[in-house]
Structure formats: structure tokens, C-alpha cells
């Protein structure tokens, strides 16, 4: 049965680091786009970035761009966001998904994505 699996999370100062990762297990990781998505209370869901299965492209929410860069190793099936500059306003359940594709792309909105981690609290305080 695939799985999506995001151990970690923490918490942190403002303007401190955080790296998140994910792996997955009974599933070709290298078919999947991943994306990294994440949710404050009382708001909605927000796709935060996201990398093509190769790694080729990536796309950022504007929220984001620049601090917190995605990564990923296919061949130990883990994808990693690196959280840089952070800011109170980053404090969130954040959660790992993966998109099958077959073409080298990917998309932040949350609806492409079949399979979902369980989330990982992020907590940044000032």
C-alpha cells in the first residue's frame, strides 16, 4: 500500500531554519510530482511548493519564494522543503503529497494530488 510519510516538524524562532521531509514506500517515487502544502487555523489549505518528478520544475507560492526551496533524492524517496527566514506567519500544519505524472511537471493546487501525508506541525514564534 503506498504510503506518505512525514516525520519531524518543530518549532522555531522567527528567522530561524527548518528543513521538513517526506518519504514515501509502495509506490515509484520517481513517477510523482510532490508538493508541500500547509493549512493555519481557520484558514484554508495553501500549496506552498511543489517539484516535478525529475526534479526539472518547480513552482512556488509568492508567499514563499525564495526562503523556502524544495528538494528532492529519488533514489531514496524523500523530498525535502527547506524552510529559511521563517515567519510567525508560517505556523501551520504542513502536509506532503504526491501527484502521478508522466510528463515533467507540477502544480501547487491541492485537488491534483491523490496521495497525502498526515501533516507535521510547523511553529514559529516571535
Known amino acids: 500500500q503506498a504510503q506518505v510519510v512525514e516525520p519531524g516538524g518543530g518549532s522555531v524562532q522567527a528567522g530561524g531554519s527548518l528543513r521538513s521531509s517526506c518519504t514515501t514506500s509502495g509506490m515509484t517515487f520517481s513517477t510523482y510530482a510532490m508538493g508541500w502544502f500547509r493549512q493555519a487555523p481557520g484558514k484554508d489549505r495553501e500549496g506552498v511548493a511543489c517539484?516535478?518528478?525529475?526534479?526539472?520544475?518547480?513552482t512556488y507560492a509568492d508567499s514563499v519564494q525564495g526562503r523556502f526551496p524544495i528538494s528532492r533524492d529519488n533514489a531514496n524517496n524523500t523530498v525535502y522543503l527547506h524552510m529559511n527566514s521563517l515567519k510567525p506567519e508560517d505556523t501551520a500544519v504542513y502536509y506532503c503529497?504526491?501527484?502521478?505524472?508522466?510528463?515533467?511537471?507540477?502544480?501547487?493546487?491541492?485537488?491534483?494530488?491523490?496521495?497525502w501525508g498526515q501533516g507535521t506541525q510547523v511553529t514559529v514564534s516571535s
Open positions: 503529497a504526491a501527484d502521478y505524472q508522466i510528463v515533467e511537471y507540477c502544480s501547487t493546487s491541492a485537488r491534483r494530488y491523490s496521495r
Open positions: 517539484m516535478s518528478r525529475s526534479g526539472g520544475r518547480t
